[in-house]
C-alpha cells in the first residue's frame, strides 16, 4: 500500500511560478507510475502531467504542455510538479496519484490509478 500527501500549492499571481511535491510512505514506490492530476471548481477531475517507473518517460495534458515538468526521485520517494508561467485558468486542487504500472504506459484516465493524494490547493489571481 502506499499513501500520498501533497505539498506546495498556494496562492500567487499570473505568469508566478509554484513546485508541488508529492510524497510516498510504503514500499517500492519506484514501481509506481505517477500522475498529477486537477480539478476546478464546477470541473471533473483531469490529468495534468504523468511519469513512468523508471523517470524515463513523461507525458503532458496539452493546456500545461511546455509549463509544467514533472519529474520524480524514486531516493526520496517525491514527485514533482514544477509550474511555471502561471495561469487564472491553472487554479484547482491538485492530486498525485499512484499506478501500479511497470511498463513505460502512463495512464490518463483517473480510474486507473489506486492511491490518491488529499491533494492541495493552487490558485492564480489575474
Known amino acids: 500500500q502506499v499513501q500520498l500527501g501533497e505539498s506546495g500549492g498556494g496562492l500567487v499571481e499570473a505568469g508566478a511560478s509554484l513546485r508541488l511535491s508529492c510524497l510516498a510512505s510504503g514500499r517500492s514506490f519506484s514501481r509506481y507510475t505517477m500522475g498529477w492530476f486537477r480539478q476546478a471548481p464546477g470541473k471533473e477531475r483531469e490529468f495534468v502531467a504523468g511519469?513512468?517507473?523508471?523517470?524515463?518517460?513523461?507525458i503532458y495534458a496539452s493546456s500545461v504542455k511546455g509549463r509544467f515538468t514533472i519529474s520524480r526521485d524514486n531516493a526520496k520517494n517525491t514527485v514533482f510538479l514544477q509550474m511555471n508561467s502561471l495561469k487564472p485558468e491553472d487554479t484547482a486542487v491538485y492530486s498525485c496519484?499512484?499506478?501500479?504500472?511497470?511498463?513505460?504506459?502512463?495512464?490518463?484516465?483517473?480510474?486507473?490509478?489506486?492511491?490518491w493524494g488529499q491533494g492541495t490547493q493552487v490558485t492564480v489571481s489575474s
Open positions: 511519469i513512468s517507473w523508471s523517470g524515463g518517460f513523461t
Open positions: 496519484g499512484a499506478t501500479p504500472y511497470s511498463s513505460n504506459v502512463i495512464p490518463l484516465a483517473a480510474y486507473e490509478y489506486v492511491y
